[in-house]
């Protein structure tokens, strides 16, 4: 009976053995089926993050290359609309000098009616100009050099305006 418990005892460890066996097989193999599953799903995530990392480069390389267009123009339409301010200032500058030196003078039309000794109708322009039968009086230089100064206002505001209006229509996407 011994040998018949040691021969059961044997076949017993050997079951045993072979159970443990299967066990670990059989863990090993759902580890490697799971592990599979999750690099599966891990590098689907990582392709999505890709391209959601590539769209969102594409997308603010677009809005870099729209931001860059815009920069160049307000660059563009600043350096204009400073020359035509700068143009308008120095001929103003040189308008005013010109009063002040008496090169010219301004003078305003009179109503050939209402003023004394003027007839109303001339019958010939006069040699400097082509108006027929204006009298004609000089303003002060004084006076002229206020109202210069005020229309030279008047036309810088206006090519500010002009700025501002181009500016609105650039940035507002209406032409």
Excluded at 80 to 85: D, E, G, M
């Amino acid at each position: 009976m011994k040998i018949d418990a040691v021969k059961w005892g044997g076949v017993l460890l050997i079951i045993l053995a072979l159970m443990a066996s299967s066990a670990w097989a059989a863990w090993a193999w759902q580890a490697n089926a799971y592990g599979q599953q999750l690099a599966i799903r891990e590098a689907a995530h990582q392709t999505e993050l890709t391209h959601l990392a590539n769209a969102n480069s594409a997308q603010i390389l677009a809005e870099q290359g729209k931001r860059l267009a815009l920069e160049q123009w307000l660059a563009a339409s600043d350096q204009s609309y400073y020359r035509a301010l700068t143009d308008e200032k120095t001929k103003q500058a040189r308008l005013r000098d010109r009063l002040a030196t008496a090169d010219l003078r301004l003078s305003v039309q009179l109503d050939g009616t209402a003023a004394t000794g003027c007839d109303a109708v001339q019958t010939t322009p006069s040699a400097g100009g082509v108006v027929y039968g204006a009298c004609r009086a000089q303003l002060d230089p004084a006076h002229a050099q206020r109202i210069i100064g005020i229309t030279g206002d008047g036309d810088q505001g206006l090519i500010a305006l002009q700025a501002c209006q181009a500016y609105a229509k650039e940035v507002s996407g209406t032409k």
